[in-house]
């Protein structure tokens, strides 16, 4: 079953987009050498070890292309650990229609899976601080990133501008001061809303808890300044550390007391994984 957080509507529009760059009015290596009638067996092979993400939208490409494609074997979900060598899933449909639909397939495959598999590398080592990712993603894909971060059990941050509040530097900067934009905002929605609010320093920190905020985002901090600034939020507000966090950091990080950790890497610098498509005739 397709994760709630992906609309059909949403994935139906990929496919599309995707097998129109690449199809167009088809393969015309493929369609003068193979015959319509013609049918064939596919298997996905984990070229290296991966955390799957992005499985159902690769079985809907071939479900639109050929409506009578059948899933011979399909032992893995999104967001189970595969080792490589693994045999991820098999079936049969028109040889046509698995030729057209295997670069598009694989690409949506390996980009997902790619970012799933990052961040259950970050998750492990943050542990117990939560990952989350943030805005730094594909334009127009965002939902489906965003999906394949959950796949490798990070959590999702705000999807867009319209659905939490964060006051960053540049916001700051407009207002005045952390207290004049803090209640701006509580003026402007007039409702109880979380409010976060981006510390570049102590006295940032300092002015945020004295607003009363919920979350105290720590940018771009060195590890000194992030164990004194969760000193002296002492449990009054959640702690996000923030800004150029990288793996090799995080064994310290994960120490600090911090509740998140965010981190665009997962969506703007996660490599594709290694996946391979055989196909052999019936």
Not at 43 to 49: D, F, G, T, V
Not at 86 to 93: D, G, L, T
Not at 219 to 241: F, H
């Amino acid at each position: 079953m397709l994760n709630k957080s992906l609309r059909t509507t949403d994935i139906d529009a990929l496919i599309n987009m995707a097998l129109q760059e690449d199809i167009q009015d088809g393969d015309i290596t493929t369609r003068n050498i193979i015959t319509p009638d013609q049918m064939c067996k596919a298997e996905l092979i984990a070229k290296e070890s991966l955390v799957l993400s992005g499985i159902e939208i690769f079985k809907r490409i071939f479900l639109h292309l050929d409506r009578n494609t059948v899933f011979i074997s399909e032992p893995f979900a999104d967001g189970d650990k595969i080792e490589s060598g693994s045999s991820i899933i098999k079936f049969r449909c028109s040889s046509i229609c698995a030729l057209e639909g295997e670069r598009s397939g694989l690409n949506i495959l390996q980009w997902l899976s790619g970012i799933a598999t990052l961040t259950q590398k970050f998750v492990t080592k943050a542990s117990p601080v939560t990952v989350l990712d943030t805005r730094k993603t594909t334009p127009g894909l965002r939902v489906f990133e965003k999906y394949a971060v959950t796949c490798g059990g990070g959590s999702n941050h705000r999807l867009g501008l319209y659905d939490e509040v964060m006051i960053k530097d540049n916001h700051i900067e407009a207002a005045g001061s952390i207290s004049q934009a803090v209640n701006k905002i509580r003026a402007g929605l007039n409702r109880q809303t979380k409010i976060e609010v981006e510390a570049e320093n102590l006295a940032d920190v300092r002015e945020a808890l004295e607003n009363k905020v919920d979350i105290i985002m720590l940018d771009n901090m060195g590890l000194d300044m992030i164990r004194q600034a969760v000193s002296i939020i002492d449990g009054q507000a959640k702690v996000e550390i923030s800004g150029s966090v990288t793996l090799g950091k995080l064994d310290e990080l994960a120490t600090t007391g911090a509740d998140f950790v965010s981190v665009g890497a997962l969506t703007h610098s996660a490599p594709s994984i290694d996946i391979s498509m055989n196909i052999v005739a019936l």
